[in-house]
């Protein structure tokens, strides 16, 4: 069992918890995910580690409320336990050696982003980074994201806070400017990466990209989390979750993605309705 050491509701979709894990504390590092359960009879689900303290021994994550398992961990509080929790898992991201970069997150992507902008700022490279939501009441991690950036730009759909637009918008705008990056890191919605990768390409710039499809057992045998890279298979948990966005097929990634969309949709429902029940 793991304790929850602390819970924050980001936005009214989003929510971090902190969780006592000694041993995935010890060997996490930004990039890598672990493997979930909330109870004894749930189903495992990959989060991505947010943040860690090796000195308290706990690892954050970050998750949006989609389906049944996340809305059976958000009503979990402080002070409670879930089953289980394994990791770290997955390939770390290199970050070592570059000058500048620009980190663009978009919604809830912005958890995963965000450990990876910490580790550059630490290393000493210029950071550069675009976050995108919908609207102001969806924004997350915004002064987590200024206190490791040397410029932060916040855009959203509407205009309602930063600026009106997409986050290709405000690259494309930093690129023509004159900005020189080593390596842009793109995590978000597939279509939100696939446009980004589309822009870097434009002008030759390295674009890494994190997928994070369906995964079972995290390991790489049951074949759930295969994508196409480079017109090769690979398996997102244990040759990424980084891949060189230029190299992905995002349009097979994204059919795929669709297509538990109404067995999840069930699932909520009916773990709603039997929470209505209790």
């Known amino acids: 069992m793991f304790e929850i050491l602390s819970k924050r509701i980001l936005n009214p979709t989003v929510t971090l918890m902190e969780i006592s894990a000694p041993l995935a504390a010890k060997k996490a590092e930004p990039g890598q995910f672990v493997i979930l359960r909330v109870n004894e009879n749930g189903e495992r689900i990959p989060l991505t580690v947010a943040d860690f303290d090796r000195q308290r021994g706990s690892v954050t994550i970050i998750f949006q409320i989609v389906g049944a398992t996340t809305s059976q961990l958000n009503r979990k509080n402080a002070g409670e336990f879930i089953e289980d929790f394994a990791g770290p898992l997955g390939t770390p991201s290199r970050l070592e050696g570059m000058s500048k970069v620009a980190v663009v997150g978009g919604g ?18 210029e950071v550069h980074t675009i976050t995108g939501f919908r609207n102001k009441e969806l924004v997350i991690l ?51 990466m696939k446009f980004v990768a589309a822009l870097t390409r434009e002008f030759g710039i390295k674009t890494t990209v994190s997928m994070n499809p369906i995964m079972v057992d995290g390991t790489g045998m049951c074949g759930c989390c295969r994508l196409t890279v480079g017109g090769k298979t690979r398996f997102a948990c244990v040759d990424g979750p980084d891949f060189d966005g230029h190299s992905v097929d995002f349009d097979e990634a994204l059919s795929r993605l669709g297509e538990y969309k109404e067995f999840e949709n069930k699932q909520r429902e009916a773990d709603c309705n039997l929470y209505k029940g209790v």
């Not at 809830?108 to 490279?125: E, S």
């Open 142 to 192: 915004e002064q987590e994201f200024a206190d490791v950036s040397h410029k932060l730009r916040i855009m959203t759909d509407d205009g309602s806070y930063g600026e009106k637009g997409l986050v290709t918008d405000a690259l494309r705008t930093l690129i023509e400017s004159g900005e020189k990056y080593d390596e842009v890191i793109a995590i978000g919605p597939l279509i939100m």
């Open 108 to 125: 809830v992507g912005c958890a995963i982003a965000f450990p990876l902008a910490k580790k550059l700022y630490r290393l000493g490279t």
